[in-house]
T-cell receptor, first 111, second 113 residues
Framework: SQQGEEDPQALSIQEGENATMNCSYK?????LQWYRQNSGRGLVHLIL?????REKHSGRLRVTLDTSKKSSSLLITASRAADTASYFC???????????FGAGTTVTVRA | SQTIHQWPATLVQPVGSPLSLECTVE??????LYWYRQAAGRGLQLLFY??????ISSEVPQNLSASRPQDRQFILSSKKLLLSDSGFYLC????????????FGEGSRLTVL
């Protein structure tokens, strides 16, 4: 079953703008991760944030986590055409080996 | 470095025919292995995962089965495909110590006609 839900489902922005997408989940988590999927390809891990962390940065990516609201956001700054992809959040529960994925946000960056 | 191979990349099969998708991992030992299915425009549904040879956990009762005959080999099978089995199948692995991150293969697109 899907644990996370991303919002919005789709996002279209101009190159150079920032893209923000959100993820909400339902049950307690151990980690929350964000993955990227180019059309027709496998998923690539972007960033992992632990349940006791509130914010994390990696290059042009910034992730926040609010466990009280059971939500996370992914910010991509200064977007590029190559950032066009679908972005998924994924969560795992304590003492669990499994990741549950949301339905994803499709981001289109216009040149 | 670790790599994951998944094949075939594309498959068109008639209803009622058998299925075998294969996934192998190189460069690591005793990985956790996973099969996910992705319907068009949707998220990923976990089908099976394995923490060791011969140890398979099924997440969703369905027409599919999985086997792990060797440490780094994971096979997804069906004896008789249904139309609803169409989709994009993704194999993934994680470290046996499970740091959280999954590493995905390039996927196998199955169309059942």
């Amino acid at each position: 079953s899907q644990q996370g839900e991303e919002d919005p489902q789709a996002l279209s922005i101009q190159e150079g703008e920032n893209a923000t997408m959100n993820c909400s989940y339902k049950t307690s988590i151990n980690n929350l991760q964000w993955y990227r999927q180019n059309s027709g390809r496998g998923l690539v891990h972007l960033i992992l944030i632990r349940s006791n962390e509130r914010e994390k940065h990696s290059g042009r990516l910034r992730v926040t986590l609010d466990t009280s609201k059971k939500s996370s956001s992914l910010l991509i700054t200064a977007s590029r055409a190559a950032d066009t992809a679908s972005y998924f959040c994924a969560t795992d529960a304590p003492n669990d080996y499994k990741l549950s994925f949301g339905a994803g946000t499709t981001v289109t960056v216009r040149a | 470095s670790q790599t994951i191979h998944q094949w075939p990349a594309t498959l068109v099969q008639p209803v009622g025919s058998p299925l075998s998708l294969e996934c192998t991992v190189e460069g690591t030992s005793n990985p956790n292995l996973y099969w996910y299915r992705q319907a068009a425009g949707r998220g990923l549904q976990l089908l099976f995962y394995s923490v060791g040879i011969g140890q398979i956990s099924s997440e969703v009762p369905q027409n599919l089965s999985a086997s792990r005959p060797q440490d780094r080999q994971f096979i997804l099978s069906s004896k008789k495909l249904l139309l609803s089995d169409s989709g994009f199948y993704l194999c993934a692995w994680s470290h046996s110590s499970y740091t959280g991150e999954l590493f995905f293969g390039e996927g196998s697109r199955l169309t059942v006609l």
